[in-house]
């Protein structure tokens, strides 16, 4: 596992977008998986820009998100749906056709989180999965307690990760109260994890994630397991590390 610390989020957002990109100038057909959230808006600006001025093509991504809430419309602000249009799709040459979702809404939400991960088989799994981490450690929607070899499924949201994401709704009682997410099964099978944390209130998270235990506890603990992992961090999310770092990735070619 490498760990990077960057002194700004600007820095931090720089360096996860290059490490995309780069899969992606390798292999035009990559399928990358994608997060939610406020960590990879700016992964998500500089990729846009990538698109704009260096000529970064998407016409043949595939790309697959974490999760969804359930019973949010496409069309609701709040949805994981609208948050990616919105914040990267609508600004990049991706092909309709090759983005996916986790479908909350679904007749039959299992039977849709059961598709979902065929989906993801028939294309040969996810080259880079980037990650965002919960306060509560938790990664995509696998809240604590979440089996280290879950699959895409239906959770509850815990109180916690409730009220963290009441910011985004007008009261707390609009935030939903189930989800789709990929499994922590799911995620570590992707060839590569990039993990993002910015500010003081993930300090702790990620803390526990780099330098504990494997534990259901802290879900995103389970990416020691994996061979190709970069944590990207600033100073603030790094604040409670207590061993020593590097401020640059150490294997990192740029094509
Ligand atoms: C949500 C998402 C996660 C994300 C987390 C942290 O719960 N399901 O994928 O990592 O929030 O969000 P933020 O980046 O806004 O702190």
Not at 70 to 84: K, W
Not at 183 to 200: D, F, H, M, P
Not at 208 to 235: C, K, M, N, Y
């Amino acid at each position: 596992m490498e760990v990077v610390i960057k002194e700004t989020y600007e820095e931090m957002s720089l360096l996860a977008a290059q490490l995309i990109a780069d899969v992606i100038r390798r292999n035009p057909r990559a399928a990358i998986g994608l997060a939610t959230g406020s960590t990879p808006l700016g992964t998500y600006r500089e990729l846009i820009g990538m698109h704009r001025d260096e000529e970064l093509d998407f016409s043949q991504v595939i790309s697959f998100n974490l999760d969804e809430y359930v019973g949010l419309p496409i069309d609701n602000e709040q949805s994981y749906h609208y948050f990616m249009w919105e914040n990267l799709f609508k600004h990049i040459n991706v092909t309709p056709a090759n983005v996916h979702i986790p479908d909350g809404l679904a007749d039959d939400l299992k039977e849709a989180c059961d598709s979902y991960e065929i989906e993801i088989d028939d294309h040969g799994g996810i080259d880079v999965q980037l990650l965002g981490i919960g306060s509560n450690g938790h990664i995509a929607f696998n809240e604590p307690g979440s089996s280290l070899g879950s699959r895409t499924r239906i959770k509850t949201l815990t109180e916690k990760t409730r009220q963290d994401n009441a910011r985004f709704f007008n009261s707390i009682d609009e935030v939903p109260k189930y989800c789709v997410t990929m499994g922590i099964g799911t995620i570590l099978e992707s060839r590569k994890l990039v993990l993002l944390a910015n500010g003081e209130n993930k300090a702790e998270a990620i803390q526990a994630t780099l330098e504990g235990p494997i534990t259901v506890s802290v879900p995103a603990s389970a990416i020691q397991f994996h061979p190709d992992v970069t944590v990207i961090v600033d100073r603030a999310a790094a604040s409670k590390l207590t061993r020593e770092y590097h401020t640059e990735p150490s294997r990192f070619n740029f094509q």
